[in-house]
């Protein structure tokens, strides 16, 4: 028997059926986002203790976000959505109404289909992030990178620390912690290594040149500073970190397969919550120093617990005003500053008791 052949004209049918389909999807998507323009521009939400019922918002602006569920984010968006309530602007999380999970680049499309009056990204070196960028500068929405840049898009403005100075805010606490093994090793009955090994945790999923920054700072201070008898040992490990449970069982695989490092450098909230939970699961408390990132109250109590050595706190409520500013200057004047940088502050045993005190009257 012969095999009966779909004709061209059948093909050419389903492919448009098919098309079409994708089509209605999308149109309905950036609909829903369409709708909550209108509504955000005539009727006001409340974020916080800040009310907005009585603003008249004559701007709609976006935050884009895959990990909008940390506390970072949270912070960075407080800041965002309170900034906006003073300059007339409502500003959304965008994706939180959603029933299911899309990336920043899928977010980035509706966004840029919903016809919004600004984006505010939390992006990456990608090729596809830089040209939806400048596809939203094109259609005359002006984009502003936060926390994790695009430079070599049309962004208006990037939000966030110095990596190169944050790199060498975590070598000057290697050699800290390299002094401190010196002193322990010339004082203690039993045998210690003169060496230290240093692993840093870095995003495998990230083609984001804010890593290569910071690592960069970190060799810098560690070849320069390091005055003890102790070699410090630099590597680093990759991390899965596209989702909570991948960065879990990658960083459960570090302790899993190789001898525990003497000091893990972690880059964001989740790995830092990842490591600590990693250490006191597998008992190896003590073993490691954590040197972490933000100032979540699991983070600070890891601190003084004596767990995590020290962590850095970056101001993400003032993240998120920035980014509202830089639009706003950008509409107003045609240009705003390339390069707005936040204040960080080193957590450690000396100063945790002040944030954990902090903490503690805001939940209160």
Same mark, same amino acid.
């Given at each position: 028997?012969?095999?009966?052949?779909?004709?061209?004209?059948?093909?050419?049918?389903?492919?448009?059926?098919?098309?079409?389909?994708?089509?209605?999807?999308?149109?309905?998507?950036?609909?829903?986002?369409?709708?909550?323009?209108?509504?955000?521009?005539?009727?006001?939400?409340?974020?916080?203790?800040?009310?907005?019922?009585?603003?008249?918002?004559?701007?709609?602006?976006?935050?884009?976000?895959?990990?909008?569920?940390?506390?970072?984010?949270?912070?960075?968006?407080?800041?965002?959505?309170?900034?906006?309530?003073?300059?007339?602007?409502?500003?959304?999380?965008?994706?939180?109404?959603?029933?299911?999970?899309?990336?920043?680049?899928?977010?980035?499309?509706?966004?840029?289909?919903?016809?919004?009056?600004?984006?505010?990204?939390?992006?990456?070196?990608?090729?596809?992030?830089?040209?939806?960028?400048?596809?939203?500068?094109?259609?005359?929405?002006?984009?502003?990178?936060?926390?994790?840049?695009?430079?070599? %898009? !049309?962004?208006?403005?990037?939000?966030?620390?110095? &990596?190169?100075? @944050? *790199?060498?805010?975590?070598?000057?606490? $290697?050699? /800290?912690?390299?002094?401190?093994?010196?002193?322990?090793?010339?004082?203690?009955?039993?045998?210690?290594?003169?060496?230290?090994?240093?692993?840093?945790?870095?995003?495998?999923?990230?083609?984001?040149?804010?890593?290569?920054?910071?690592?960069?700072?970190?060799?810098?201070?560690?070849?320069?500073?390091?005055?003890?008898?102790?070699?410090?040992?630099?590597?680093?490990?990759?991390?899965?970190?596209?989702?909570?449970?991948?960065?879990?069982?990658?960083?459960?695989?570090?302790?899993?397969?190789?001898?525990?490092?003497?000091?893990?450098?972690?880059?964001?909230?989740?790995?830092?919550?990842?490591?600590?939970? %990693? !250490?006191?699961?597998?008992?190896?408390?003590?073993? &490691?120093?954590? @040197? *972490?990132?933000?100032?979540?109250?699991? $983070?600070? /109590?890891?601190?003084?617990?004596?767990?995590?050595?020290?962590?850095?706190?970056?101001?993400?409520?003032?993240?998120?005003?920035?980014?509202?500013?830089?639009?706003?200057?950008?509409?107003?004047?045609?240009?705003?500053?390339?390069?707005?940088?936040?204040?960080?502050?080193?957590?450690?045993?000396?100063?945790?008791?002040?944030?954990?005190?902090?903490?503690?009257?805001?939940?209160?």
């Amino acid at each position: 028997m012969k095999k009966k052949r779909i004709s061209t004209r059948n093909l050419v049918l389903v492919y448009s059926v098919m098309i079409l389909i994708v089509a209605v999807i999308f149109v309905a998507v950036a609909f829903y986002f369409s709708r909550t323009i209108r509504a955000a521009r005539h009727a006001g939400d409340t974020y916080s203790a800040v009310s907005s019922s009585d603003v008249n918002f004559s701007k709609y602006y976006v935050m884009i976000s895959s990990d909008r569920e940390l506390d970072f984010w949270k912070s960075v968006y407080k800041g965002a959505y309170e900034e906006g309530i003073k300059k007339g602007v409502c500003v959304e999380m965008m994706g939180e109404n959603l029933s299911e999970d899309y990336s920043n680049t899928e977010l980035m499309e509706i966004a840029i289909a919903s016809k919004v009056d600004g984006i505010i990204v939390h992006a990456d070196e990608s090729i596809e992030m830089r040209d939806l960028i400048n596809e939203a500068v094109y259609e005359g929405i002006p984009v502003v990178t936060v926390y994790g840049d695009s430079a070599n %898009s !049309l962004r208006c403005c990037y939000v966030g620390v110095g &990596s190169y100075n @944050l *790199g060498r805010e975590y070598g000057k606490q $290697i050699v /800290k912690i390299a002094r401190e093994y010196e002193l322990s090793k010339t004082t203690a009955s039993t045998h210690m290594n003169d060496t230290l090994k240093v692993v840093a945790l870095v995003n495998s999923y990230s083609d984001n040149n804010n890593q290569s920054l910071v690592w960069s700072g970190i060799q810098n201070v560690v070849s320069t500073e390091n005055n003890s008898e102790i070699q410090i040992e630099l590597s680093q490990a990759y991390v899965d970190n596209r989702n909570t449970f991948t960065t879990e069982e990658s960083i459960r695989d570090i302790f899993r397969s190789q001898e525990t490092p003497d000091v893990i450098v972690c880059l964001n909230e989740t790995d830092t919550n990842c490591v600590y939970q %990693s !250490l006191v699961d597998y008992n190896k408390v003590g073993k &490691s120093a954590i @040197l *972490g990132y933000y100032d979540s109250e699991s $983070i600070l /109590k890891g601190i003084s617990r004596s767990v995590i050595y020290s962590t850095i706190s970056v101001d993400t409520y003032q993240m998120g005003v920035y980014c509202v500013d830089a639009i706003k200057e950008y509409e107003e004047y045609g240009y705003t500053s390339q390069y707005m940088l936040t204040d960080v502050t080193l957590i450690d045993k000396s100063n945790v008791s002040d944030y954990l005190s902090e903490n503690e009257e805001v939940t209160e």
